[in-house]
């Protein structure tokens, strides 16, 4: 299968999940994870009408995004991956929405680049459901103190909640736990669910999914 033909079969898996968790047509937006693929293998899934993508690096995504937004101007880019304080200044020039927002540094580097920048992006707080260390993402139990220093101290506006489930667990128990954070703190979408999990994370609630393998197949 081409890569358009995986898109396709990804873009009716979801509708089918949409359906069977009861939930609106069209409530789910697929973002297509592009990180490790160039331009060439980008350019057909472009082409069939995909126009929002996710990236893990930001040097990796300034190599081949610039280029692509001038001729596809209503693309839209997510920083899925970790943010290091060193690269805000890049990652607010080049990104729509950044999901990866985990510590209270990197929170204050980029309210002050949005001012600079006079941009504002869209933004996810990571938690860290699995509690596990080698990750990034906030304790769940800390989340109500983040996002309220977010709000209050930063003036950001926190758009939604993401996490990465431990790949070797059942995924639903930390769909549930963020949806539960999500509506405790009133936030309104939930970044969950990749090519492995997206069906199970549709039926808990994610606002969006990030897709790669499914997509564009293994590196």
């Known amino acids: 299968m081409t890569a358009v033909e995986r898109l396709d079969d990804v873009k009716t898996r979801i509708a089918e999940a949409e359906r069977e968790a009861g939930r609106e047509a069209g409530s789910v ?42 001729v596809f101007p209503d693309i839209e880019l997510h920083l899925i991956g970790p943010l290091q304080s060193n690269k805000t200044k890049e990652a607010v020039a080049l990104f729509d929405v950044i999901h990866t927002v985990d510590r209270e540094k990197i929170a204050r580097a980029i309210a002050r680049e949005m001012e600079k920048q006079g941009k504002a992006v ?34 950001l506006a926190i758009e939604g909640l993401m996490c ?16 539960k954070l999500a509506e405790e703190n009133g936030i309104a979408k939930l970044s969950m669910g990749m090519s492995s999990d997206f069906d199970t994370a549709i039926c808990f609630g994610a606002t969006s999914v990030r897709v790669g393998t499914a997509i564009f197949g293994r590196r």
């Open 29 to 70: 937006e697929l973002i297509a994870v592009s990180k490790t693929f160039d331009v060439g293998d980008i350019r057909p899934v472009l082409d069939a009408g995909q126009r929002v993508f996710g990236e893990n690096r930001v040097q990796e995504a300034q190599g081949k995004w610039p280029g692509l937004k001038e």
């Open 164 to 179: 990465i489930p431990p790949f070797d667990e059942n995924p639903g128990p930390h769909f549930a736990l963020l949806r």
């Open 122 to 155: 869209r933004l996810y707080v990571e938690v860290n459901t699995g509690m596990e260390p080698q990750k990034a993402g906030i304790a769940p139990d800390d989340c109500a103190d983040f996002l309220k220093m977010c709000r209050e101290d930063l003036g």
